[in-house]
């Protein structure tokens, strides 16, 4: 198992050009995160979907949008990056099986490095 | 206004000593409260949780205590390993969705 990857793992973009983050989970989870970490601050939730085929906007969901079409697969693009969105995003995911346990918590990928000039 | 709080940015500690690190949280919304690891350019991992029903979890070294009268939270690991220096997120799990809210944080620098 790979567990949660990202794609890329570095970025350099100008303002105003558009992207799209890959996150992609191997081990068969229902729900899928997107959180940005800035310095000195913990991590933001901008989205998240609880199933194939839905989304839902989390703390900081402007200037971001989701797309969740394959069950595995979540995507999070930019369409005019600013350099506010220079951050660390981390893609995340987590099984839960309805009955809150303390095995059902999230799972996180290793993180893309985004730099907004 | 932030709902959870990790007051010490840092904390270093000498090797074999006890950590102790601290969250505040301000309401009573969550079900379960989790610690996360996390190393320089990698993702955090899951450290250790305790349900709001209980008032202590232990794991090995690691230890998490919660006071909900206090609204307060702390994970002691004893003892401390350099292998431990990292950053130590508090986040809580929102009872609804299961959504979490973090702290910012505290750097845990272990001495050898």
């Known amino acids: 198992n790979a567990g949660v990857t990202q794609t890329p793992k570095f970025r350099v973009l100008k303002t105003g050009q558009s992207m799209t983050l890959l996150c992609a989970q191997d081990m068969n989870h229902e729900y899928m995160y997107w959180y940005r970490q800035d310095p000195g601050m913990g991590l933001r939730l901008i989205h998240y979907s609880v199933g194939e085929g839905t989304t839902a906007k989390g703390e900081v969901p402007d200037g971001y949008n989701v797309s969740r079409l394959k069950k595995q697969n979540f995507l999070l693009g930019l369409e005019s990056a600013a350099p506010s969105q220079t951050s660390v995003y981390f893609c995340a995911s987590r099984l839960t099986t309805g009955a809150r346990t303390s095995t059902d918590t999230q799972y996180f990928g290793p993180g893309t490095r985004l730099t907004v000039l | 206004d932030q709902q959870v709080k990790q007051n010490s940015p840092s904390l270093s500690v000498q090797e074999g000593r006890i950590s102790i690190l601290n969250c505040d949280y301000t309401n009573s919304m969550f079900d379960y409260f989790l610690w996360y690891k996390k190393y320089p350019a990698e993702g955090p991992t899951f450290l250790i949780s305790?349900?709001?029903?209980?008032d202590k979890n232990e794991d090995g070294r690691f230890t998490v205590f919660l006071n909900k009268s206090a609204k307060h939270l702390s994970l002691h690991i004893v003892p401390s390993q350099p292998g431990d220096s990292a950053v130590y997120f508090c986040a809580l799990r929102g009872r609804s969705q299961g959504n979490l809210i973090f702290g910012k944080g505290t750097k845990l620098s272990v001495k050898p």
């Open positions: 305790i349900s709001s029903i209980k």
